[in-house]
């Protein structure tokens, strides 16, 4: 039958007032997983139950540095209230979904938040300083009750969405056997715990969703205990992972503390101890300036990407970088050393209005590329071409955003010296990128305190006639360019900078954290030439944008 959506009249009305006979071929109504879970008088009639988000307070831990772009994160995707933001952490208050909450791109892990306290006072008694941290952290039992029962609301809504979206967007509802094929998988994973303690737990980002990963979330809701019932404290298998830092890390280690934690929670609460398979995780950090209790709401990170195959930069911070690049429906981006393409992949992600170009020297490095757009399902946004950052295959002034990680030498090798090869780079970058157009660099502490430093002499240039050039700089270039003659390359150097910074205005640096090398973010504006030459610039200072 032809649905009244489609159909080009409408049907006539049956004789009577009573509705019109079903058809044959279906004598029953849909049932949805969302409807089967009330009795027949109470089934909702819409395939897509109106579902109520739950208000709680979060925080999710984030890389130094990346904690102001997660606060603006939150406050512009959920959107969260109360943002307050510490080093590595940014609190929040918002009413949204699991599956918005899960949305964050520059944020590490993401957890409830059962309380935030200030230090602790340490006593001097070491064996009573043990029970006394375990007291003052664990606190009244009703704030745990009540966190645990939005951590289990919180998956509830989830999977009820997932399954009404399904059913709404093809109108058809898995079969029994499908259903029953499903619920057996993830228990057929749990018999083998063993498989994700022993290396093997990269094998979630490849073959499956981050929704589907074992170690992604927690077991079904359906398995949770009811909080309220008795008997319910006992079944519930937990573990503590402590943290400290600063004066409590003298006299306390982790393990203790988090032990100390353990038993009188267990106590207390009446829950089980489980740490190889717990079906909750308590997250403790104590440290001179806070002491915060979590609990994760996934297992894995929300760093760890669903759509990336082969991780190259980490992609909180590519996200990041995406972020300043302002990108706009329709800009052409372009990455000229694009490695693995995890910054096109971030970028695309969230702006896929815009068309990303990735340029690597390096086939190898294409080919990994291309294996991750693909399994991103983004060979429509993004465009990979191998070719050389100093010789771009790209029109004058045809790019409106260039974002570009330059090597580190860390992960992967360099064959040339990019520190002399810095300015001849940064040329090229900018003979591809139009007037107004934004350039987003990341550099290691070494390339960003000698970009820093070549910016700092254009006005004693001006003012003296002299090129501002250290001697070991111009020493470097001569060895790597094969020059002779010094003094012309020194000449050739002192010209390719003032040409690069004559029409570039630093925005702000930004210093991250990349793990175990820090790192900064350089964000700078492309000015026209005739702006350029009328107006005096002191790019030594840089500014960053206004907080929110």
Same mark, same amino acid.
């Given at each position: 039958?032809?649905?009244?959506?489609?159909?080009?009249?409408?049907?006539?009305?049956?004789?009577?007032?009573?509705?019109?006979?079903?058809?044959?071929?279906?004598?029953?109504?849909?049932?949805?997983?969302?409807?089967?879970?009330?009795?027949?008088?109470?089934?909702?009639?819409?395939?897509?139950?109106?579902?109520?988000?739950?208000?709680?307070?979060?925080?999710?831990?984030?890389?130094?540095?990346?904690?102001?772009?997660?606060?603006?994160?939150?406050?512009?995707?959920?959107?969260?209230?109360?943002?307050?933001?510490?080093?590595?952490?940014?609190?929040?208050?918002?009413?949204?979904?699991?599956?918005?909450?899960?949305?964050?791109?520059?944020?590490?892990?993401?957890?409830?938040?059962?309380?935030?306290?200030?230090?602790?006072?340490?006593?001097?008694?070491?064996?009573?300083?043990?029970?006394?941290?375990?007291?003052?952290?664990?606190?009244?039992?009703?704030?745990?009750?009540?966190?645990?029962?939005?951590?289990?609301?919180?998956?509830?809504?989830?999977?009820?969405?997932?399954?009404?979206?399904?059913?709404?967007?093809?109108?058809?509802?898995?079969?029994?056997?499908?259903?029953?094929?499903?619920?057996?998988?993830?228990?057929?994973?749990?018999?083998?715990?063993?498989?994700?303690?022993?290396?093997?737990?990269?094998?979630?980002?490849?073959?499956?969703?981050?929704?589907?990963?074992?170690?992604?979330?927690?077991?079904?809701?359906?398995?949770?205990?009811?909080?309220?019932?008795?008997?319910?404290?006992?079944?519930?298998?937990?573990?503590?992972?402590?943290?400290?830092?600063?004066?409590?890390?003298?006299?306390?280690?982790?393990?203790?503390?988090?032990?100390?934690?353990?038993?009188?929670?267990?106590?207390?609460?009446?829950?089980?101890?489980?740490?190889?398979?717990?079906?909750?995780?308590?997250?403790?950090?104590?440290?001179?300036?806070?002491?915060?209790?979590?609990?994760? !709401?996934?297992?894995?990170?929300? $760093?760890?990407?669903? %759509? =990336?195959?082969?991780?190259? /930069? @980490?992609?909180?911070? #590519?996200?990041?970088?995406?972020?300043?690049?302002?990108?706009?429906?329709?800009?052409?981006?372009?990455?000229?050393?694009?490695?693995?393409?995890?910054?096109?992949?971030?970028?695309?992600?969230?702006?896929?209005?815009?068309?990303?170009?990735?340029?690597?020297?390096?086939?190898?490095?294409?080919?990994?590329?291309?294996?991750?757009?693909?399994?991103?399902?983004?060979?429509?946004?993004?465009?990979?071409?191998?070719?050389?950052?100093?010789?771009?295959?790209?029109?004058?002034?045809?790019?409106?955003?260039?974002?570009?990680?330059?090597?580190?030498?860390?992960?992967?090798? !360099?064959?040339?010296?990019?520190? $002399?090869?810095?300015? %001849? =780079?940064?040329?090229?970058? /900018? @003979?591809?990128?139009? #007037?107004?157009?934004?350039?987003?660099?990341?550099?290691?502490?070494?390339?960003?305190?000698?970009?820093?430093?070549?910016?700092?002499?254009?006005?004693?240039?001006?003012?003296?006639?002299?090129?501002?050039?250290?001697?070991?700089?111009?020493?470097?270039?001569?060895?790597?360019?094969?020059?002779?003659?010094?003094?012309?390359?020194?000449?050739?150097?002192?010209?390719?900078?003032?040409?690069?910074?004559?029409?570039?205005?630093?925005?702000?640096?930004?210093?991250?954290?990349?793990?175990?090398?820090?790192?900064?973010?350089?964000?700078?504006?492309?000015?026209?030439?005739?702006?350029?030459?009328?107006?005096?610039?002191?790019?030594?200072?840089?500014?960053?944008?206004?907080?929110?």
């Amino acid at each position: 039958p032809v649905t009244p959506a489609t159909a080009p009249s409408p049907r006539p009305a049956p004789p009577g007032n009573g509705p019109a006979p079903r058809p044959p071929r279906h004598p029953a109504p849909l049932v949805t997983p969302a409807t089967a879970m009330h009795g027949p008088e109470d089934r909702p009639r819409s395939p897509l139950p109106p579902a109520a988000a739950v208000a709680a307070r979060y925080f999710c831990t984030a890389s130094r540095g990346l904690e102001r772009f997660l606060a603006r994160e939150v406050r512009a995707k959920l959107p969260a209230r109360q943002v307050e933001q510490i080093s590595g952490k940014v609190f929040f208050t918002a009413d949204a979904d699991l599956k918005r909450i899960k949305s964050l791109k520059c944020a590490e892990r993401l957890f409830l938040l059962v309380e935030k306290l200030p230090p602790f006072q340490l006593p001097r008694h070491r064996g009573k300083g043990v029970h006394a941290v375990s007291k003052y952290v664990i606190g009244e039992p009703q704030k745990w009750l009540d966190v645990v029962s939005k951590w289990k609301s919180l998956w509830n809504l989830d999977k009820v969405q997932e399954c009404s979206l399904e059913v709404a967007e093809t109108g058809i509802k898995q079969s029994t056997q499908q259903e029953s094929s499903q619920s057996k998988r993830p228990k057929l994973e749990v018999d083998k715990p063993h498989a994700a303690q022993t290396g093997h737990s990269h094998l979630l980002h490849e073959g499956c969703s981050q929704n589907d990963a074992l170690m992604e979330e927690p077991p079904s809701p359906a398995e949770l205990p009811n909080l309220r019932s008795e008997g319910a404290a006992s079944s519930m298998p937990f573990r503590v992972s402590c943290r400290c830092s600063g004066k409590i890390a003298k006299q306390f280690t982790s393990q203790e503390l988090g032990r100390a934690i353990g038993i009188a929670l267990s106590r207390q609460m009446g829950w089980k101890a489980e740490l190889r398979n717990p079906m909750l995780e308590v997250y403790v950090h104590l440290n001179d300036v806070h002491c915060v209790v979590g609990i994760p !709401i996934l297992r894995l990170p929300l $760093a760890s990407r669903d %759509y =990336i195959k082969s991780a190259g /930069l @980490r992609s909180t911070v #590519a996200w990041a970088m995406a972020y300043l690049g302002d990108i706009q429906a329709g800009s052409i981006v372009l990455d000229p050393m694009c490695g693995l393409g995890t910054i096109l992949l971030e970028a695309a992600k969230d702006w896929p209005s815009a068309y990303y170009h990735g340029i690597d020297n390096t086939a190898l490095q294409l080919q990994m590329a291309s294996v991750n757009v693909c399994f991103a399902k983004l060979e429509s946004n993004i465009d990979l071409t191998r070719a050389s950052v100093t010789e771009l295959p790209l029109l004058a002034e045809s790019i409106d955003v260039v974002i570009c990680d330059i090597p580190f030498g860390n992960k992967f090798k !360099i064959t040339q010296d990019t520190k $002399a090869m810095m300015p %001849y =780079i940064l040329k090229e970058m /900018l @003979r591809v990128l139009r #007037a107004e157009g934004t350039l987003v660099l990341l550099l290691s502490q070494e390339l960003s305190v000698d970009l820093q430093q070549w910016q700092r002499p254009r006005g004693q240039q001006r003012e003296e006639g002299q090129p501002a050039v250290q001697e070991e700089q111009s020493s470097a270039l001569l060895e790597t360019a094969g020059v002779k003659d010094s003094a012309a390359a020194e000449n050739e150097l002192s010209q390719v900078k003032a040409e690069a910074w004559a029409s570039l205005i630093p925005e702000g640096i930004f210093p991250v954290s990349l793990g175990v090398t820090e790192a900064s973010i350089h964000k700078y504006k492309k000015i026209p030439h005739n702006v350029s030459e009328n107006v005096d610039i002191d790019l030594g200072q840089h500014s960053e944008p206004p907080s929110d």
